[in-house]
């Protein structure tokens, strides 16, 4: 529900009683009071409603509507993407960009939030309908990002599935296994071998 409310004055008889449109004049419900005036909306479907009223005084004079007051109902939340990086990037250096766009269809995009931790923090990114957040890239690990937004009668998406990237700024190694230092080697074909080791660090951070 909504509340509208307001004043309404007669010089002379006094208002008898005030009555509300929600559908550009073409019906009419009273509302309490009449000095000033409320009146408990049960909102319809999302749409724009334009709202008159009217009062009526002792002597029965009825007042002439003036202009509709434009409103807008909407209970729909709104969405939000992620389109950079794309699901398992794999990220370097020490700040990343996160960008995506937002759409409402009613009120449009207040805000848009980025969460680098699954939804434990959120951070405001810059813009609206097109967003972007500059991360700085934590420790290595697996992060899951996730994009929620707010619009303009604050209703607040629900996030969708997380975004799930890979922080990566340490260097590979290598080691050569054959021939051993300090080997004699002749004309023959030799064969060097070696290996990569495995990563010994497990950090997740989903």
Do not use: M
Request: charged share 15%; proline share 6%; glycine share 10%.
């Amino acid at each position: 529900t909504a509340l509208l409310s307001g004043t309404a004055t007669d010089a002379l008889s006094g208002a008898q009683k005030v009555e509300i449109s929600l559908d550009d004049g073409t019906t009419w419900a009273q509302a309490s009071g009449t000095g000033p005036f409320s009146y408990s909306w049960t909102l319809p479907a999302d749409g724009t409603y334009q709202v008159r009223t009217r009062a009526t005084d002792r002597a029965g004079n009825v007042e002439a509507p003036g202009p509709a007051v434009s409103l807008k109902v909407d209970n729909a939340t709104p969405s939000s993407a992620i389109t950079v990086p794309s699901a398992g990037a794999k990220l370097t250096g020490t700040t990343s960009v996160v960008s995506g766009t937002a759409v409402d269809a009613t009120s449009g995009i207040a805000k848009v939030e980025v969460s680098t931790d699954d939804g434990a923090t959120w951070s405001a990114a810059v813009g609206t309908t097109a967003w972007t957040y500059s991360w700085t890239l934590p420790i290595d690990g697996t992060y899951s990002l996730r994009v929620r937004a707010t619009d303009l009668a604050g209703n607040v998406e629900t996030p969708a599935a997380p975004l799930g990237v890979v922080v990566d700024n340490t260097k590979p190694a290598s080691v050569i296994a054959a021939p051993s230092a300090g080997a004699l080697l002749n004309a023959a074909v030799i064969s060097v071998t070696g290996s990569v080791p495995s990563p010994s660090r497990s950090d997740s951070r989903c």
